[in-house]
């Protein structure tokens, strides 16, 4: 199909033209992690996908206006030609590639041909459960901690450091980490750090002892980065988690969600419209065997759908009513509510947190007010 005619068809949807696509390049990984999403692992059921396949997906998607490109898995770097394709987005002209890997694969000689491909928009997510091996290796496998440190001192040895972002799944028994893995990332002169909530969901909802953070866990947490002027420091430049950026965060929403700024194509050519909305009937299936426009055009329509349908979230559910971050929020995450209930329409998981951060933004906003009139902090801000 041709690709302008495809992203017409999405305006005329009101879609987003797609902007970053996250590539699952093989269903392979070296790990069998207990909370993974995709059931990732050294025996998956989908190996790697052809590297002529992928070559092409690069071209087509750059010609559809793509800037970014993400390479997941499974262990993205499971497939034979990882760097080749990495090598081929730079010389497509993609504004920012990011590798999101487990860390362990990492060799002298990979890590130097990296250091060669090297520009500002270059990121190496790095999957690291916690600040040490216990709390690491109790989702991930024993010696996964050392082997992730070890590639990623290969990289910051290779001048790749700030290149790094360490990404933390949130769980019940990690989120105290969220400090120590600041203080961690800060020693070993690492970019940044982010983290995301559990999802129960994959190896998560099959009986796994992991489980999503407690409300009171987030408040403590919350709570320390009000009253830590050391932790907030550190945090202010590393930091980027969900529940203290809900800390701050006061204005309106002007978007739903962002269909199909960040769509997901797994190695066995399903395109979801965004990397976190997993639901089958919202998918598009076979793209690898057809063009990425035909694939985005055939969508349209159930993308429509869903988008139609994020506008209105926060008037259907009684639990956005009378929270004072209804309009903020509108329900969070849809695909998150897809994934936690089943229902789009639903709020997603986190909501008692979120309302939880708003109340006490709207409690110290109100006791702000009351101590300094209006016009004083007009004059002094």
Same mark, same amino acid.
């Given at each position: 199909?041709?690709?302008?005619?495809?992203?017409?068809?999405?305006?005329?949807?009101?879609?987003?033209?797609?902007?970053?696509?996250?590539?699952?390049?093989?269903?392979?990984?070296?790990?069998?992690?207990?909370?993974?999403?995709?059931?990732?692992?050294?025996?998956?059921?989908?190996?790697?996908?052809?590297?002529?396949?992928?070559f092409r997906l690069l071209e087509?998607?750059?010609?559809?206006?793509?800037?970014?490109?993400?390479?997941?898995?499974?262990?993205?770097?499971?497939?034979?030609?990882?760097?080749?394709?990495?090598?081929?987005?730079?010389?497509?002209?993609? !504004?920012?590639?990011?590798?999101?890997?487990?860390?362990?694969?990492?060799?002298?000689?990979?890590?130097?041909?990296? !250091?060669?491909?090297?520009?500002?928009?270059?990121?190496?997510?790095?999957?690291?459960?916690?600040?040490?091996?216990?709390?690491?290796?109790?989702?991930?496998?024993?010696?996964?901690?050392?082997?992730?440190?070890?590639?990623?001192?290969?990289?910051?040895?290779?001048?790749?450091?700030?290149?790094?972002?360490?990404f933390m799944t949130e769980m019940?028994?990690?989120?105290?980490?969220?400090?120590?893995?600041?203080?961690?990332?800060?020693?070993?002169?690492?970019?940044?750090?982010?983290?995301?909530?559990?999802?129960?969901?994959?190896?998560?909802?099959?009986?796994?002892?992991?489980?999503?953070?407690?409300?009171?866990?987030?408040?403590?947490?919350?709570? !320390?980065?009000?009253?830590?002027?050391?932790?907030?420091?550190?945090?202010?430049?590393?930091?980027?988690?969900?529940?203290?950026?809900?800390?701050?965060?006061?204005?309106?929403?002007?978007?739903?969600?962002?269909?199909?700024?960040?769509?997901?194509?797994?190695?066995?050519?399903?395109?979801?419209?965004?990397?976190?909305?997993?639901?089958?009937?919202?998918?598009?299936?076979?793209?690898?065997?057809?063009?990425?426009?035909?694939?985005?055009?055939?969508?349209?329509?159930?993308?429509?759908?869903?988008?139609?349908?994020?506008?209105?979230?926060?008037?259907?559910?009684?639990?956005?009513?009378?929270?004072?971050?209804?309009?903020?929020?509108?329900?969070?995450?849809?695909?998150?509510?897809?994934?936690?209930?089943?229902?789009?329409?639903?709020?997603?998981?986190?909501?008692?947190?979120?309302?939880?951060?708003?109340?006490?933004?709207?409690?110290?906003?109100?006791?702000?007010?009351?101590?300094?009139?209006?016009?004083?902090?007009?004059?002094?801000?």
């Amino acid at each position: 199909m041709n690709p302008t005619a495809a992203l017409d068809i999405l305006r005329e949807k009101r879609l987003l033209a797609p902007e970053t696509l996250t590539l699952a390049i093989t269903g392979t990984c070296n790990l069998q992690c207990r909370h993974c999403w995709v059931n990732a692992g050294p025996s998956g059921t989908v190996s790697a996908v052809p590297t002529r396949t992928l070559f092409r997906l690069l071209e087509e998607f750059r010609v559809l206006e793509g800037n970014g490109i993400r390479f997941t898995g499974g262990e993205p770097l499971c497939h034979p030609d990882w760097l080749e394709l990495v090598r081929s987005a730079r010389a497509l002209g993609y !504004r920012s590639i990011s590798l999101q890997t487990n860390g362990m694969l990492f060799t002298e000689h990979n890590v130097a041909a990296l !250091r060669e491909l090297d520009f500002p928009g270059l990121t190496i997510q790095i999957s690291l459960d916690g600040a040490t091996a216990p709390i690491h290796d109790l989702v991930r496998g024993r010696g996964a901690f050392a082997g992730a440190l070890d590639g990623i001192r290969r990289l910051r040895d290779g001048g790749l450091g700030k290149r790094i972002t360490l990404f933390m799944t949130e769980m019940r028994h990690n989120l105290e980490e969220i400090p120590a893995l600041l203080k961690l990332a800060n020693e070993l002169e690492i970019g940044s750090v982010a983290t995301g909530t559990l999802v129960r969901c994959g190896r998560a909802a099959q009986g796994s002892p992991v489980a999503p953070p407690t409300l009171e866990q987030y408040e403590l947490l919350v709570h !320390r980065f009000d009253s830590d002027p050391p932790f907030r420091e550190l945090y202010e430049r590393l930091g980027n988690v969900a529940a203290l950026e809900w800390r701050r965060e006061t204005s309106p929403r002007t978007e739903c969600c962002t269909f199909l700024q960040n769509p997901y194509l797994t190695p066995d050519g399903r395109l979801y419209p965004c990397v976190l909305c997993h639901a089958d009937r919202y998918a598009v299936s076979g793209v690898l065997q057809k063009d990425l426009a035909s694939a985005f055009a055939e969508g349209a329509p159930l993308w429509d759908t869903l988008k139609t349908m994020s506008q209105c979230r926060a008037e259907a559910n009684a639990a956005c009513r009378e929270c004072p971050g209804r309009l903020t929020c509108a329900g969070g995450c849809m695909g998150r509510a897809l994934a936690s209930s089943g229902d789009p329409l639903a709020v997603d998981d986190r909501c008692d947190v979120r309302q939880a951060i708003y109340r006490r933004n709207r409690s110290i906003t109100s006791t702000r007010e009351r101590h300094f009139p209006k016009e004083f902090t007009e004059d002094t801000e």
